[in-house]
């Protein structure tokens, strides 16, 4: 008898660990989840499965759309990066999401962004060190923003293109401090560390 027990406890903790995302998974539309019960904290690269949808989190910090279809459409892209931390919540709408674990390393001195949303901290799971950086695009355009969503103030317009509009910049300076989100609009963006400044 005890030894059935042991190996009903067993199924009972292996269960109650797959029930948490902390690898590819295919998220339900509609579904919201919960970092730290539903979804591990950390970084993912989203994607969608199955259709055009929102990706976002209850606080409207940010509001993704994703697809998985062929045309290129402004704003809408195949891929978001996400840096989860524990409550938050994040809500998937319209399509069925894969979350995939990003192992890219901390930028400490130079790493390349792409959309989406990137923590800057101190400490081992954020995406960025604090310091002051320079961003230059790549041969795109697009845009930037910390601690705030794109639309509206707070967002710097950049391009790689041969023409400039007369509000886009070749790169421009940001600092970023701890605790800062760095909200990117940009394909294949360098980011680069100047000086020792916090």
């Not at 069925?96 to 792409?114: E, L, M, R, Y």
């Not at 959309?115 to 954020?126: K, L, P, Q, S, W």
């Not at 707070?154 to 909200?183: C, F, I, T």
Request: charged share 20%; hydrophobic share 30%.
């Amino acid at each position: 008898m005890k030894r059935i027990q042991k190996i009903g406890l067993s199924c009972l903790t292996l269960l109650l660990g797959v029930g948490l995302i902390s690898g590819q998974v295919s998220a339900d539309q509609y579904r919201t989840y919960q970092v730290g019960k539903d979804l591990n904290p950390g970084k993912y690269t989203v994607t969608s499965k199955n259709g055009t949808g929102d990706l976002y989190n209850s606080t409207y910090d940010f509001d993704f759309v994703l697809t998985n279809g062929k045309r290129k459409v402004n704003g809408i892209h195949k891929s978001e990066h996400l840096n989860v931390q524990a409550e938050q919540q994040i809500i998937v709408n319209d399509f069925d999401a894969n979350f995939q674990p990003d192992n890219s390393p901390k930028i400490t001195q130079q790493g390349k962004v792409t959309y989406g949303e990137y923590r800057v901290g101190n400490d081992a799971g954020a995406d960025i060190q604090p310091g002051m950086y320079v961003i230059k695009p790549g041969k795109c355009a697009g845009e930037y923003a910390v601690n705030s969503s794109f639309i509206g103030r707070g967002a710097v317009n950049l391009s790689g293109l041969k023409k400039l509009q007369s509000d886009e910049h070749r790169q421009h300076r940001v600092q970023l401090k701890d605790g800062d989100h760095l909200y990117v609009d940009l394909q294949d963006a360098t980011l680069t560390r100047i000086g020792n400044n916090d």
